[in-house]
């Protein structure tokens, strides 16, 4: 696959900035089986430069383990709504003012999940969706339900989801890869994210392949600390509406920046010695190199 598009860097913090300009973004993540996945995505989003990250909570044993994890996080405690067991999506995100959510990392397939999914693809929010993990999980096979959402979507599927989503195997070959990423892009209407070696960027039109990452980060929670950068970066591109910096800009800079900390954790760790927390560890190193044009 030719690689023509180039990557950039975020552009550079404004100096008038406040916590709530600098980007507000809403994680649905974490269940009372995969707290971690919720930890590792707010705080791969607050080193990706989030100002304010706000965790929704749907059980009290994620409430009660987060916070000594990630003490910046805010909470947006959920316990006790009802709201979509009724078919609502609850007043309290609807209400909440963010430039950026992402839902699924560590949510876990329930009900409740498939409710919230649905709710959150079809709402008003305008502003930028990741979908992840076992978000695209109880989505399936319904590709083109994505469509609904009124603003950018994306949508980062590993190759197992993949082929749950396309109902066939996804080849591991460059080509292969390409065309299954093309198909869903080009189903859902989102920019897609193809993990794994070589992920694939593509919104159907412009199409990018990554060249960071190594072997090392083939390891639980590396997608969650992909997501909380994905959502930090679409926070920034939502703020600033640059025509020079897009969300498919913000989208492929988020997937080489993630693949750079694996460089730096592999180089310093070794690639049988890294786990995801040490992608966010050396996130804001990787971000100083690719400022730097690596």
């Excluded at 869903?184 to 593509?202: D, F, N, W, Y």
């Amino acid at each position: 696959m030719k690689n023509d598009y180039r990557p950039a860097p975020p552009p550079a913090l404004a100096s008038d900035l406040h916590k709530g300009s600098a980007g507000r973004v809403l994680c649905v993540c974490g269940c009372k089986e995969m707290p971690g996945a919720a930890i590792l995505t707010v705080r791969a989003a607050q080193r990706a430069g989030a100002g304010l990250v706000t965790l929704t909570i749907f059980t009290s044993d994620v409430l009660g383990l987060v916070p000594s994890a990630s003490p910046e996080t805010v909470y947006l405690d959920l316990t006790n709504s009802k709201d979509l067991y009724v078919g609502r999506l609850p007043r309290r995100i609807q209400e909440h003012m963010h430039h950026a959510r992402i839902a699924g990392p560590g949510l876990g397939t329930a009900g409740i999940t498939r409710e919230l999914v649905r709710r959150l693809v079809s709402s008003d929010f305008e502003g930028p969706l990741v979908l992840d993990a076992d978000a695209l999980n109880v989505l399936g096979t319904a590709l083109e339900a994505v469509t609904e959402h009124p603003g950018p979507v994306v949508v980062t599927p590993h190759p197992g989801e993949a082929a749950r989503m396309l109902e066939r195997v996804v080849p591991s070959t460059d080509e292969g890869r390409l065309a299954c990423a093309l198909e869903i892009a080009e189903r859902t209407g989102a920019i897609c994210v193809l993990k794994g070696h070589r992920t694939v960027v593509t919104d159907g039109s412009t199409t990018w392949v990554s060249e960071t990452g190594n072997p090392g980060m083939a390891t639980a929670g590396s997608g969650d600390v992909l997501c909380g950068i994905l959502v930090a970066y679409l926070a920034t591109a939502r703020l600033l509406q640059r025509s020079d910096w897009t969300m498919f800009d913000a989208v492929a800079s988020a997937v080489h920046v993630h693949g750079r900390a694996g460089d730096l954790a592999a180089q310093e760790r070794g690639e049988r010695g890294v786990i995801a927390s040490d992608l966010i560890e050396l996130l804001p190193a990787a971000q100083l190199h690719f400022a730097g044009s690596d």
